[in-house]
């Protein structure tokens, strides 16, 4: 925080004054206004499920946030061992985008888990093994969502923020293998080389893969504005700090 | 070596302790003594097994009357309120272990110990292990009694011991965690339960298991996950001790 009172700058965020930099941001942003569609096209053409009919393509949601959520807790956790190891702030800003991020696409995750899971299994909710171990990951991240929000020391914030980035990942290898230790439940295997895999055709497949671009597209471009985010805020409190300083002196 | 033993025992002078007669690394010792401390301590408030007992006793007193007066499946329903109680009793102990420190203003004075941090959190967690399996050895007789439902077998006895490892382990972590917040005595459950979740269902699990008199192999996967969480619960926060602590 002193370097930031040390050059301080007032008024432009950096891409405004002098060579404009390419702001991968607002990239994305353009390039997600057609992707959208496309992504919306794809699904909209690919084939009906032979058993679940229409209803089966609320999957091209339904995977890739949940994938997206997997990779923001690990973020989370990477985060946090980099903070471990260095306790440097940019660990921490990084922690902060896992968490949020990661809550946000768990709830998109399970809420059209839930909707689908009405047309499919004919309930909004059922304990079937992964979706026990998603909710308990759900809850272990909002509990340290809470943990972030009563400690007011900002090192000391990050410290905790790590340490439980770090313990609460236990919890993402058992969703994810959740379908394969245990098999009774209702959730198919997807990936790998396993006789019981589910095959997706070859549309399918296609389909999927576009829409796990497109959300990875949104992803991206939540984490660099979640960041810059975090960044300003650095830079507001660095203001405000010098602000204050000035006036003890006068 | 002969030295080591000789400065060991004329610390022993010092400190006016000749109990323990073999020689400990420092490490250990650091530990040890941490278990030792507070162990004592609370011989001597009984402060923490006090409300600890009292509290799983209402519990369970809570339990018998919500329910419904004659249960007819009491096997249902036993294993999951025994762990329930368990639990609860638990938190409120491992409260006491951080907060008492802190307010004593003792905290302090523990991290100035010359060894790894860690020393303090397996100093601890043994010391929560013992009062947390204490009270559930004393807790589950009586239970028994007051659901007409014994839940009182030999071999529950090591599903007990995975499941309090864990619940030491993890509580310990956590209440050192909590101890630094501002809600800190609220934050500790919620932090705690989640994480713990997994252990408490594989451990009802297994005891609804083995009080059916169901086949061992039934249980494997339950008791492979509680190992599971003890080992990795006995590492890693040892190794993140030093960060929680820090000022």
Same mark, same amino acid.
């Given at each position: 925080m002193a370097t930031v009172t040390k050059r301080m700058d007032f008024g432009s965020s %950096?891409?405004?004054? %002098? /060579? &404009?930099k390419?702001?991968?941001? &607002?990239?994305?942003?353009?390039?997600?206004?057609? !992707?959208?569609?496309?992504? @919306?096209?794809?699904? @909209?053409?690919?084939?009906?499920?032979?058993? @679940? /009919?229409? !209803?089966?393509?609320?999957? *091209?949601?339904?995977?890739? !946030?949940?994938?997206?959520?997997?990779?923001?807790?690990?973020? *989370?956790?990477? %985060?946090?061992?980099? *903070?471990?190891?260095? &306790?440097?702030? /940019?660990?921490?800003?990084?922690?902060?985008? %896992? @968490?949020?991020?990661?809550?946000?696409?768990?709830?998109i995750g399970i809420v059209t888990g839930s909707i689908w899971a009405?047309?499919?299994w004919g309930t909004f909710w059922t304990w079937d093994p992964r979706l026990t171990t998603v909710t308990i990951m759900l809850v272990v991240y909002l509990a340290g969502w809470m943990l972030r929000s009563s400690v007011e020391d900002p090192n000391r914030k990050a410290a905790l923020t790590a340490v439980f980035g770090i313990v609460g990942f236990i919890n993402v290898p058992l969703v994810y293998f959740s379908t394969r230790f245990f098999p009774a439940g209702l959730h198919p295997v997807i990936f790998g080389a396993n006789d019981k895999a589910v095959a997706l055709e070859g549309f399918m497949t296609l389909t999927l893969v576009v829409s796990i671009i497109t959300f990875s597209q949104f992803f991206i471009y939540l984490m660099i504005q979640r960041i810059r985010l975090e960044n300003l805020r650095d830079k507001v409190a660095g203001v405000r700090m010098a602000l204050y300083e000035d006036e003890d002196l006068a | 070596m002969d030295r080591a033993r000789t400065a060991k025992q004329d610390r022993e002078l010092e400190t006016g302790s000749t109990r323990a007669s073999f020689v400990l690394p420092a490490y250990l010792r650091v530990a040890w003594e941490v278990y030792r401390k507070d162990v004592r301590t609370e011989l001597r408030t009984k402060e923490i097994f006090s409300a600890m007992s009292i509290f799983s006793l209402l519990v369970v007193m809570v339990f018998v009357f919500a329910l419904p007066g004659k249960l007819k499946e009491a096997g249902d329903v036993a294993p999951g309120l025994l762990w329930i109680a368990f639990t609860f009793a638990g938190v409120l102990g491992l409260n006491r272990s951080f907060i008492n420190e802190k307010d004593?203003?003792?905290?302090?004075?523990?991290?100035?110990?010359?060894?790894?941090?860690?020393?303090? #959190?397996?100093?601890?967690?043994?010391?929560? #292990?013992? #009062?947390?399996?204490?009270?559930?050895?004393?807790?589950?007789?009586?239970?028994?009694?007051? #659901?007409?439902?014994?839940?009182?077998?030999?071999?529950?006895?090591?599903?007990?011991l995975l499941g309090t490892i864990g619940f030491a382990e993890i509580g310990t972590l956590f209440a050192a965690m909590a101890v630094n917040t501002r809600a800190r005595e609220v934050l500790l459950p919620v932090l705690f339960f989640p994480i713990m979740l997994p252990v408490i269902i594989a451990a009802s699990q297994s005891t609804a298991a083995i009080l059916a008199n169901r086949p061992f192999e039934e249980i494997n996967s339950a008791l492979g996950l509680m190992i599971f969480f003890d080992l990795i619960f006995l590492v890693v926060p040892a190794l993140l001790f030093e960060l929680v602590l820090e000022e």
């Open positions: %950096g891409n405004v004054t %002098g /060579k &404009r390419l702001d991968w941001a &607002r990239v994305l942003l353009w390039t997600m206004l057609f !992707s959208f569609p496309l992504t @919306l096209l794809f699904i @909209l053409l690919a084939p009906s499920d032979f058993e @679940l /009919k229409y !209803s089966q393509r609320i999957f *091209y949601f339904h995977l890739p !946030s949940n994938i997206l959520c997997l990779l923001s807790f690990t973020i *989370y956790f990477v %985060g946090g061992l980099g *903070y471990w190891r260095t &306790r440097k702030r /940019k660990w921490d800003i990084l922690m902060i985008t %896992g @968490l949020e991020l990661g809550v946000f696409f768990a709830l009405r047309y499919a | 004593r203003g003792s905290l302090e004075g523990l991290l100035l110990v010359p060894t790894d941090r860690s020393a303090i #959190f397996y100093g601890k967690a043994l010391g929560n #292990f013992t #009062f947390i399996i204490i009270v559930e050895l004393l807790l589950a007789p009586i239970f028994s009694l007051l #659901f007409n439902f014994s839940v009182l077998r030999l071999e529950l006895l090591p599903v007990l």
